[in-house]
């Protein structure tokens, strides 16, 4: 079993779209699970972005999203993810990783908060551009908003937010074909 | 992710099964190109149909392993894509810089002798 670092938070309860309504404890730690969101604070490691992953997996397929689109979230989170412990917090282990989830009822929202330097979205190359495409790296952001419907990155000096949205009923499909 | 290889009228065919990600398949992808050059085998087939998840990590390897074989002389070909991994390199645009075929017996031919 991957071990990680969580601290859930309780938040306002709902009766819509419930997703879970329990606390279970892990060794000597609780979470605490509400019915809308979720957040917890995880170490900056390869572990805690395969947990961020599986957990939008999990929270993605409780919702009415298509089995696809459930595939595409989970690999948004992982994406903005790795780009939190690796290109962010660099893997420190002073720095942590913050990860909510939010049914909102019209959509899954997901913030995803590092401590590093701060990202600039005007920073980030076009990997699709010709001198790019053969890089080794740098299509990270650039699958995240081939995936979600809406993306917002936001420099904290220091550290990065990046908030995903996909909205119910709004399949990613027809974008990716658009890219065809 | 898995991987072991095998030889076909010259040709090293690599199958790849598992996940092709960061800290996972990538290293595990890298270190057998780096063998397989290292013997002298430059004629390179991933067979990806087994593989059922890339990332971005994933895909850069991919593309360090087409860039290292070609600047070494050699051919590195993709085999049997699966719907998601196809799905990436399309939205990447590496579907048309790489030489992706779904035939095995095709795929073997059209290494240059």
Redesign the interface.
Known sequence: MRQANYRFHLSRQSQTQPWMRRCTTVGSEKRFMTLERVSYTLDSTLDSVNKAEQTAEELAAKMPFEEEDCHRIAMAVREAAVNAVLHGNAYDPKKKMTVSFENTGEALVIKIVDQGRGLRDEDIPDPLAEENLLKQSGRGIFLIRSFMDEVKIRNLEPGTEITLVKHIGHSSGAAMEGTK | MKASNRRVDGVTILDLSGRI???EGSVVLRDQIRELLGKNEKKILLNLGDVTYI???G???L??A??TVRNQGGELKLLNLTK?VH??L?????YT?FDVKDDEATAVKAFGK
């Open positions: 990600t960061l800290g990332d971005s990590s895909i850069g390897e593309v360090s087409f860039t998601k799905d990436l399309q939205i990447t645009k590496l810089v």
